[in-house]
Every structure is written in structure tokens, then in C-alpha cells.
């Protein structure tokens, strides 16, 4: 199998920015089941099979070996820091006054960057939990959202676009209620916005929302995330990949389940950002794009195959005096306090 797939037959979607972003990438979550040198061996094969934009992340703990993994492709030539798109995030722990710069140079300096092309707020709360921490832990300091809180950390986001440090603001996580009372507060607004979105947790009104104002929306978990944390698994969840529609189109076209996932992500505007170890299967990923898209009627099958399955329900973000996960989500229309 041929394993190099060249960036330039990788479509682009145009940002609000005018810049250009490819529709498909890698993630670099190892889901507390993989090293990071794991991961960042598989970035540095992810690289040169094509690959040209990398979801990271602080608290995923691989970013200084991802970094050496960047800082030896560009010096042997493999690729040039502008052919790439890399974004990163300040985790909820680094909301505070001047942390948000200290984290993005953290994060430029572990990755060997001058600049970060996205940078997202990772959680749109400070809440936050102990990595590898199971699902019934909780932080006594956590709380609901807050117009305001978010704002001050926002402030110090748009403090980085207006640095150099980072080209495009993005948000993750958020809710229509949440965006409604955020956007137009926001003197730089978001251009990119990571969201759960897979066949079997579409999102539709969200999605659109988003498209409408003019932000690009990024997929995580875009496959349903198998090997996600065990934490984030509950017995009614849906294996996106075992879904009987998903299963019929991957026979008619010969494919994992998995490569029809990211076909119908693509195609319907959304840019996924699935992770693996594995050359095969993240070579399969990236040839996705180039090859062989879904009918019309394929892509209607999966619509219909719609689930509302959320799987990274949040639940160690919760505050006290909160019911249930379904509070982070503003599932009424109304921001849950």
C-alpha cells in the first residue's frame, strides 16, 4: 500500500480569515491509553504520509515530544512551518489572569513554534479534573458558566492574536446559549470551534449555528472515539461504527466503517481530527479525502442514522449542586446555572 498521500490533493476549507485549513487532520489525544511516545511517534508518521494539521492540546502531556517530532521534520526538510496548520489550547485550570499567555508559550516552546495557528479556550468553564481521574471524580471548586469569567479569559485570548502568537481564536464545547451570550461580547471572534460530532451525535442546529456566523467547525471524536477514556463510556452508548447503516455503506464501498464516518464528516462541512497509532488506518484516514465520496442517498442514510448519542459527557466538570451531566449542556436553550 502506497503510503504517502500528497497535502496538496488534501482539500482546503477558507476561514473566515481567508486563511486555509486542511479539511481533514490528526489528533493527538492519546485517551489516557496511549504514551506520548506513542503519539508522537505516530505524528512523526502522520507527517510524512501527508498529514498538515495536528490537534494539540496541554493537558494531553505530549506536547514537548510532539515538538521534537516537528523541530526534526523541519530541519530534515520534511516540511516547512507555513505548509502546516497546528492548533493548541489552555487548559481549565489556566483561565486565570496572565495564565492564558503563560500557557500558549508553554505550549509554543514544548512544540518548538513561533506562532500558533489556532489556539482554543479547551473548556468554556474553569472547572477542571486530575488527569486520569475516573468519572465520579469531581472538583469542590468547579462552577456554572459564566458570561463574565469567560469573557476575562477571552480578553486574554484576543491579547494573543493581537501578539502574534496565535493567527485564529477558536472556542470548544459550547452550546448555542453559551455562543449567543458570548459572541457578541468578543472584540476578536472565534474562526474555528471544536464540537463532539459523529453519525451518531450530529448536532445539526449547532452545527449550523455555527456555519451561519462564520466558524469553521472541527470535529473530535469523529469515529465515536472507541479507545476514549473508560471514564467516558456508558452502557447506552452507540458504537457509531457497529451502526447497521454505517456497516451497509462501508460494504458497497469496500471500507472500514470508520473511512465512511469521515467521508460523511467532510462532506458535510466539518473538518475531523481522528487520532491512531496505527500507519495503516491513519493512512486510510488522510486518503479518505481524495477518493471515492458518498451519494447523495448515502449521506441521507446516515443523516437519518442520528443517535443524540453524546459520548464526552463532561461529568467531572460539575459543579456542586448540579443533577446530572446533561446540566453542562444547556439542553432546555437556556444556559444552566
Known amino acids: 500500500m502506497n503510503t504517502t498521500i500528497d497535502p496538496n490533493h488534501i482539500p482546503q476549507r477558507k476561514l473566515s480569515t481567508g486563511e486555509e485549513i486542511p479539511c481533514i487532520g490528526m489528533g493527538t489525544f492519546g485517551s489516557d491509553r496511549f504514551t506520548p511516545e506513542q503519539v508522537s511517534a505516530a505524528v512523526g508518521g502522520a507527517l510524512r ?49 496572565g495564565d492564558v499567555e503563560k500557557s500558549c508559550r508553554k505550549s509554543l516552546a514544548d512544540l518548538n513554534l513561533d506562532y500558533i ?28 458558566f459564566h458570561a463574565d469569567e469567560f469573557m476575562a479569559t477571552w480578553r486574554q485570548m484576543e491579547a494573543l492574536a493581537d501578539m502574534g502568537l496565535a493567527r485564529n481564536l477558536g472556542m470548544s464545547s459550547m452550546t448555542i446559549p453559551k455562543l449567543e451570550a458570548v ?28 456555519i451561519e456566523k462564520g466558524i469553521q467547525p472541527i470535529a473530535f471524536c469523529p469515529i465515536g472515539s472507541p479507545t476514549r477514556p473508560d471514564r467516558d463510556k456508558t452502557e447506552d452508548d452507540v458504537v457509531d461504527i457497529a451502526l447497521p447503516e454505517l456497516v451497509e455503506i462501508a460494504e458497497a464501498h469496500g471500507v472500514h466503517p470508520a473511512i465512511i464516518c469521515l467521508k460523511w464528516a467532510m462532506q458535510r462541512g466539518q473538518i475531523p481530527i481522528p487520532f491512531s497509532i496505527h500507519e495503516a ?31 464526552i459527557k463532561g461529568q467531572v466538570f460539575l459543579w456542586e449542586g448540579a443533577k446530572d451531566w446533561h446540566d453542562l449542556w444547556d439542553e432546555n436553550g437556556t444556559i444552566t446555572k
Open 49 to 97: 504520509c501527508g498529514y498538515r494539521l495536528f490537534d494539540c492540546a496541554a493537558v494531553y502531556g505530549n506536547e514537548d515530544l510532539i515538538g521534537q517530532v516537528f523541530r526534526q521534520a523541519f530541519s530534515e526538510g520534511v516540511v516547512r512551518r507555513k505548509e502546516l496548520f497546528i492548533t493548541t489550547k489552555v487548559w481549565n485550570d489556566m483561565h486565570g489572569a
Open 117 to 144: 495557528d489556532a489556539f482554543f479556550m479547551h473548556w468554556p468553564f474553569p472547572n477542571y479534573h486530575a488527569p486520569g481521574c475516573d468519572g465520579d471524580a469531581r472538583n469542590p471548586d468547579s462552577r456554572p
Open 183 to 210: 459572541l457578541p461580547l468578543c472584540r476578536i471572534k472565534p474562526t474555528v470551534i471544536e464540537m463532539e460530532l459523529h453519525p451518531s451525535f450530529q448536532q445539526p442546529e449547532l452545527l449550523n449555528y455555527c
Open 281 to 311: 488506518e491513519y493512512v486510510s484516514n488522510l486518503r479518505s479525502a481524495t477518493e471515492d465520496p458518498l451519494t447523495e442517498d448515502e449521506m441521507a442514510r446516515i443523516q437519518a442514522a442520528d443517535k443524540n448519542c453524546r459520548l
